[in-house]
């Protein structure tokens, strides 16, 4: 083969790179196209606070297509039983792609008697399973004080991924004004700052958590509650986030950011009016 320059060399070896890249990869837990299971050799970097190259790391299984991902979707259903009884029931999200597709599924796992008697402080456990049923994520709350007037013993959630495996921590900081957490490595090293408006009441609007670094300098995404329409808030319990991310950003940030929409929603928008 003669090659006539540089710049056909040049497009030849585009044109390798752009078949090697291939289409992105499919919906967790869809069956290989080979019939095969299904190996991943990515990897991510750990994060660390003090901004040192971080150490390659395999992800976690399970949680490799959250890498693709600028936007990830968290959709609430409605619990069609709670409605009619009044009661609270255990909590059901439906975790999606910036097209709308279901990517993992995520259930409440907690006592009836926490429900109705701790409400929305309850302890419980959030399990997040993919299009297989393979659970991938896990986050753990425990019964905890959220008011400002107790600067001790705040809200904090541990994420698993996978299971019985910690890879971070949400940690409530006390403020007297403004909702304020931290989300942390497993080592429970700060990482990243996420700062709430004066008011989670949203005005018949999207009510938005910043995403900062530790010095606060920088925003790097946000987590958004999104106003479903006055009808949906006031006579369901089922809220709509959106978490806006750099696609590059660690798996397991990401991970600790979707624990975080659950707990934003126990804590602020758990009753309906909270969504207004």
């Not at 929409?261 to 309906?272: G, K, N, V």
């Amino acid at each position: 083969m003669t090659l006539n320059g540089p710049g056909h060399l040049r497009s030849l070896v585009d044109g390798q790179n752009q078949k090697r890249r291939g289409p992105p990869g499919p919906l967790p837990g869809a069956p290989d196209p080979d019939g095969g299971p299904r190996v991943s050799s990515a990897s991510r970097e750990a994060p660390t606070p003090d901004g040192s190259l971080p150490a390659t790391a395999p992800l976690p299984p399970g949680l490799e297509y959250l890498s693709q991902l600028d936007l990830i979707i968290i959709h609430q259903q409605v619990e069609i039983l709670g409605m009619i009884l009044g009661t609270e029931t255990s909590n059901k999200y439906e975790i999606k792609n910036s097209s709308g597709q279901r990517i993992y599924f995520a259930v409440e796992e907690s006592l009836c008697f926490n429900r109705n008697v701790c409400s929305t402080l309850r302890s419980c456990s959030v399990r997040v399973s993919d299009n297989a049923g393979r659970e991938v994520l896990t986050v753990h709350r425990p019964l905890r004080c959220s008011s400002c007037c107790c600067p001790c013993y705040l809200q904090e959630l541990e994420i698993q991924a996978p299971p019985g495996t910690t890879v971070g921590y949400v940690a409530q900081k006390w403020d007297p004004f403004r909702p304020k957490f931290t989300i942390q490595n497993a080592h429970k090293e700060d990482v990243l700052k996420i700062i709430g408006p004066c008011t989670t009441c949203g005005c018949f609007g999207d009510v938005d958590f910043e995403v900062k670094t530790m010095n606060e300098k920088l925003t790097i995404g946000k987590i958004s509650k999104y106003w479903s329409g006055f009808v949906n808030d006031v006579f369901t319990n089922a809220d709509n986030f959106g978490v806006h991310v750099p696609p590059d950003l660690d798996v397991t940030v990401k991970a600790a950011m979707i624990g975080a929409c659950f707990l934003f929603d126990f804590m602020f928008f758990e009753h309906s009016l909270a969504g207004l």
